[in-house]
């Protein structure tokens, strides 16, 4: 589960990581006076207004409605409520959201950490995620903060260490340590990082994260080392144990639909294709996907129906990837082992007389348990649903569906 930046840097903070102060705010007015208290709290002047979306890139996006960017500087109080509402309610587009953008409902005002000191402020990256190569946590740092990690792996790979972590023991000192020699850091700046690095992982571990990811962490002009960004992301497995972190969902930043499948049940992503597909098992869809691009369509959606479908769930289903326009056929394929294939047979024709007026091709592949009833109960239902047995039969079908 992705969560926006001030939910993040909460949860940061909460592990003892020193973050970026800021307020969020969901109108201009509460803008100017988050920063009135962040002026109390922090003795800020200037201050960055961020906008609040699941995508990144946001510094360099630009709302479709104002063109402003995505995070803002303001240089003084009566800048913030101006420059916070070309914000507010606008789209944001950035690389990350493709055309049709985001839409941003709230605003975080932040206090501005880059102020002259005594040396120049230094941007760095840090990440925390999984490898599963290795099975072990890694942590991987860099001296060129502020960039893509992407971009960074591809041009400059020797500017990346990785620390790998034993979930057994845990991270240790020297550990640490190493991280912050690697970065090039010294004195004050030096023991403030391995704090740093500890307080991070510590957050990672304890919130059950599947990614954190801090880009910029600042060394501030006065040697102190924090997070001005950040990026977080939840195991939903673990959401259970975490009741507190699952209420942060935020289920406007999701797909309607993905939201919506979630409901009845379902395991639903949105794709760009034209033939929907259902189906009972991830790795059946994944068979089932490569089938709808043999026939020459591209799948429009992964969707398991789990191993109890029924009426209730195949009518969900259809629904669900009825909503999708560009969906041209629909391609049910279930393996009967712990549900017997006609019932599944009786929960698609029951499904299709509820809904009623489906104007595109339904092919239905049925294998396993009682698989011959459920193609009789298909091919005599009277729909115009085509069955098939085999999965060289089901291509077919999709590909003269899609003729």
């Not at 949860?11 to 208290?37: F, P, T």
């Not at 960004?229 to 969902?249: C, I, M, P, S, T």
């Not at 992503?269 to 591209?298: H, P, R, Y």
């Amino acid at each position: 589960m992705n969560i926006h930046e001030y939910q993040a840097k909460e949860i940061l903070k909460s592990y003892g990581v020193r973050i970026q102060e800021g307020i969020v705010a969901d109108n201009a007015a509460k803008a100017e006076e988050a920063a009135k208290q962040l002026h109390a709290e922090t003795g800020t002047d200037w201050y960055v207004i961020k906008a609040q979306i699941h995508a990144g890139g946001r510094g360099k996006g630009q709302v479709k409605e104002t063109g402003s960017n995505g995070v803002v500087l303001a240089k003084s109080l009566g800048e913030v409520a101006d420059k916070a509402k070309a914000i507010l309610g606008g789209t944001l587009v950035t690389k990350q959201t493709g055309e049709e953008g985001k839409k941003v409902n709230k605003v975080l005002i932040a206090q501005d950490v880059y102020y002259p000191g005594d040396s120049e402020p230094k941007e760095y990256y840090m990440g925390i995620l999984l490898d599963r190569d290795k099975s072990q946590p890694v942590i991987m740092a860099s001296t060129e903060g502020g960039m893509d990690i992407e971009e960074v792996a591809e041009k400059s790979p020797e500017k990346i260490v990785k620390e790998w972590i034993d979930p057994a023991v845990g991270l240790q000192g020297f550990q640490a340590r190493k991280i912050a020699f690697a970065l090039g850091l010294e004195g004050q700046a030096f023991k403030e990082m391995v704090k740093f690095v500890q307080a991070l992982y510590k957050a990672y571990e304890a919130s059950d994260s599947s990614m954190f990811e801090i880009n910029p962490v600042l060394k501030t002009s006065d040697n102190k080392i924090l997070a001005v960004d950040a990026k977080v992301g939840l195991d939903d497995n673990a959401l259970f144990r975490h009741k507190d972190l699952a209420e942060l969902r935020d289920i406007t930043e999701e797909d309607p639909l993905e939201v919506e499948a979630g409901k009845s049940g379902l395991n639903y992503v949105k794709l760009d294709g034209n033939v929907g597909c259902m189906v009972n098992g991830a790795g059946l869809a994944m068979a089932t996907m490569d089938i709808i691009k043999l026939s020459g369509g591209e799948p429009a959606n992964f969707l398991d129906v789990g191993g109890g479908a029924n009426a209730e769930t195949v009518e969900a289903g259809f629904r669900i990837i009825l909503q999708d326009p560009n969906v041209k056929a629909i391609l049910i394929n279930i393996f009967g082992g712990i549900v017997r294939c006609d019932r599944v047979a009786n929960g698609v024709v029951e499904a299709y007389k509820k809904i009623g007026n489906i104007d595109i091709p339904i092919i239905v592949r049925l294998q396993g348990t009682n698989a011959e009833e459920g193609a009789k109960i298909i091919e005599e239902s009277g729909l115009k649903v085509k069955s098939a047995i085999l999965l060289k039969d089901a291509a077919a079908r999709v590909k003269e569906a899609l003729s």
